[in-house]
């Protein structure tokens, strides 16, 4: 490279120092010249390096003249996607046009057609995304249903020791609860039983939301038939308003659905929980529930049935009385009405808290537990059936109720015959449809639990069912309604034995 020299022509007015004349275009090599005079080497980098080239003349070593040639320069190609781009467009715009098909070979017009409905496998990696998303919810309903039973285990706790803050070290309770111990454990191969099918089976509907505190909760038992509108028991469950839970009318709901009925075992807010008043309040909200959502699960909306058993007799009663007071007086029909019940059933229920104190006290419910639990002496009167249908204001209420069946044991020593008795004149006397079942040599527990658990015939349920398909005429027009022979759960010598030791 030694001895390059850059020639370029240049006219007067372009030579450092001088303006071009207006309007006269820099010529496009101006630059270059500048560059050549500084430096020889810095022009051929510039010649060999940047994307412009230009033409530079070299002198020849034959001739010693230089001959001017005009630079050269080469425009950028442009990038690669603006020369791509076009193409695509112009691809697409052929591809889009229609073209007429080549005729087919004559193989393939041999060839049957392909079954366009066939389904197409998934691949595995869908498969495995499809199983994965499975477990996945699986794992999650596991998990909200431990992180509910363990709320529900420490709700339980807490209750039980504030319950045991009010009981003292009473001997009567401890006596009490060691005979409750003793019961359980005589009838434990009929609870297993019972356990497995309110957990495994599926007729059973656990936990179906009702309301907005934590123990609005009620269980469905569905009939294994599933043609037509089925009958339907709202079932209020009992515990001395303590020990209540809608789990305790698994027995009932699965002897009634046998028999084509649909349970709805209504749970509500125990002591301490709650008082009578939050209790009645459950209760309410929990018909309310199944005669707004019954139909959802097949149910007849017009064959809707109240039941409740010893303590959730009384709440029942008292729900139902609270309901035709305010339709009577105020019209509220809100929630629900009286009329969407068809008959109201109490088994082994006090409807007269003045006179069941006394004798609660004696039986281990201490008077200041139950006070507390009632709200007060004051509020006995309020909440006792038998005295609020007596009274001028619930008078005309009482033509708006539904028919009542009272089921009591004449042996039952936890709360007296004598109580359905009562009750049943005073509805009797005030106007009110009413009728009385006494079961000779019945306890407490034989009619809700013990006979159930024999097997075989039983008669309350039987009436109980005699008296719901009643109410459909081709039922009993087509002799529809069989009742099954229920199979024994507990030997007979057990029975007794825990009659024998029942703290009830």
């Not at 002897?255 to 749970?267: F, K, P, T, W």
Request: hydrophobic share 40%.
């Amino acid at each position: 490279m030694r001895g390059l020299r850059v020639s370029v022509p240049v006219t007067e007015s372009h030579l450092p120092g001088r303006h071009p004349p207006d309007g006269a275009p820099d010529p496009p090599y101006a630059s270059v010249l500048s560059l050549a005079e500084a430096s020889p080497r810095a022009a051929a980098r510039f010649r060999l390096g940047g994307r412009r080239s230009c033409c530079l003349a070299t002198r020849s070593r034959r001739s010693p003249s230089f001959e001017p040639v005009p630079i050269r320069t080469t425009e950028k190609p442009p990038p690669r996607e603006s020369r791509v781009a076009p193409m695509k467009v112009e691809l697409a715009a052929q591809t889009s046009q229609t073209s007429t098909p080549l005729p087919p070979s004559p193989e393939a017009a041999s060839a049957s057609p392909p079954a366009e409905d066939a389904p197409l496998l998934p691949d595995a990696g869908v498969r495995r995304r499809a199983a994965c998303g499975r477990f996945a919810q699986r794992s999650g309903s596991f998990r909200r249903e431990v992180g509910r039973a363990a709320a529900e285990t420490f709700l339980l706790t807490r209750l039980t020791l504030i319950l045991l803050r009010y009981l003292g070290i009473g001997y009567r309770w401890i006596r009490q609860f060691l005979a409750l111990c003793c019961y359980t454990l005589l009838l434990m191969p009929g609870f297993i039983q019972v356990v497995y099918y309110y957990f495994f089976s599926s007729q059973v509907h656990r936990s179906v939301v009702y309301g907005d505190q934590p123990r609005n909760r009620l269980d469905l038992y569905m009939p294994t038939s599933t043609t037509g509108l089925k009958p339907v028991v709202a079932f209020v469950t009992g515990g001395a308003w303590i020990i209540g839970y809608k789990g305790w009318g698994a027995l009932l709901g699965r002897r009634l659905a046998e028999r084509g009925i649909i349970v709805a075992c209504i749970d509500y807010r125990n002591f301490p929980q709650g008082t009578i008043g939050d209790m009645v309040e459950d209760a309410s909200q929990g018909i309310a529930f199944v005669c707004k959502n019954i139909t959802s699960y097949g149910g007849d909306p017009s064959r809707i049935y109240l039941v409740g058993q010893s303590a959730g007799a009384h709440i029942a009663a008292c729900a139902l009385l609270n309901q035709a007071i305010r339709e009577s007086g105020e019209g509220d029909t809100s929630s629900w009405s009286v009329s969407q019940l068809k008959a109201y059933f109490g088994i082994s229920g006090g409807y007269n808290l003045l006179n069941l104190v006394d004798h609660f006290h004696r039986r281990g419910l201490y008077r200041s537990i139950f006070l507390s639990i009632m709200e007060g002496e004051v509020s006995l009167q309020k909440f006792s059936p038998q005295m609020m249908i007596m009274e001028s204001s619930a008078r005309s209420a009482v033509s708006l109720l539904p028919r009542i069946i009272l089921f009591h044991g004449t042996s039952d020593y936890s709360i007296p015959p004598a109580e359905s008795q009562a009750f049943a004149d005073a509805l009797q006397q005030q106007g009110a449809r009413a009728d009385l079942f006494l079961y000779e040599g019945k306890t407490h527990t034989d009619l809700f639990l013990q006979d159930p658990l024999r097997g075989g015939r039983d008669k309350m349920l039987e009436e109980i069912a005699r008296v719901i398909h009643s109410e459909d005429p081709d039922a009993a027009a087509q002799h529809l309604v069989v009742v099954p022979v229920a199979r024994r759960l507990v030997p007979e010598f057990m029975l007794k034995l825990a009659g024998r030791v029942s703290p009830f």
